[in-house]
């Protein structure tokens, strides 16, 4: 899989992208993420890529022309299943929509900054449109780093135990169990004693009836859907 991300400020996407799950899954050729300086297709000494909004409205605007050559430059070199923005007024990012772009080959991922980006971007060359929230931030690249993350975690061989994310939250609508380790007693705080017996039958069922007692008292709503 590929993802490639355009920002305005490359640097917020450094360290997110370096260590932990995803950093190894990069090392280890299981994905690949580059991340392109919109300002590439910047103008004059500054690389200018934003302007005022017409009708007089605060804050600056991510210009049509540098996101559209950044996009064609990108799709001469591949395909792509999905050219992906990053706006708090898009569908709520959720394990299912994570689920679903791990199995994509390809997808461009752009961060918005400012105020926004020229709507005529989003009409003509955004595919799908992605929120981690309601809630705004400086820009996209964190939301960005968030959807990579999550995708990136999905794919084979991400994980060390490909097992583990069958369990996460989300992944069968509801909420994880408890979980515990080592000690089995702390401070007079003991594991549940079905957790010990090595019983993988009652363990399991423990662990099911939990998850739905959790998310009942946490997240009733998901009960609902």
Same mark, same amino acid.
């Given at each position: ?10 640097? $917020?996407?450094?360290? +997110? ?21 919109? /300002? ?13 909004? !017409? ?10 022309? +540098? ?91 991400? $994980? ?19 979980? !515990?380790?080592? +000690? ?31 998310? /009942?008292?946490?997240? +009733? ?5």
């Amino acid at each position: 899989m590929r993802i490639d991300i355009i920002t305005v400020v490359p640097e $917020l996407l450094e360290s +997110p992208l370096s260590h932990s799950i995803v950093g190894r899954a990069i090392k280890k050729g299981i994905v690949e993420i580059e991340v392109h300086n919109l /300002r590439k297709y910047g103008k004059g000494p500054r690389l200018q890529v934003d302007d005022y909004s !017409y009708g007089g409205d605060a804050g600056m605007v991510l210009m049509v022309e +540098p996101v559209f050559k950044m996009i064609e430059e990108l799709k001469s070199q591949r395909d792509y299943d999905e050219v992906i923005y990053m706006s708090p007024d898009g569908e709520v990012l959720n394990q299912g929509i994570a689920n679903e772009l791990s199995l994509k080959g390809n997808i461009i991922i752009l961060c918005g900054h400012y105020k926004g980006i020229d709507n005529r971007i989003r009409e003509h060359l955004i595919t799908r449109e992605i929120s981690v929230g309601d809630y705004v931030l400086s820009g996209g690249e964190i939301p960005a780093a968030i959807l990579a993350d999550a995708i990136v975690r999905l794919i084979p061989g991400a $994980l060390t135990d490909e097992t583990s994310a069958l369990s996460d939250c989300f992944q069968d609508g509801l909420l994880a169990s408890e979980i !515990y380790t080592r +000690p089995a007693e702390f401070n007079g705080w003991k594991v549940p004693e079905v957790l010990l017996s090595g019983n993988p039958k009652l363990i399991r069922e423990w662990q099911d009836e939990n998850a739905i007692q959790r998310t /009942r008292e946490r997240r +009733p709503d998901l009960l609902d859907e």
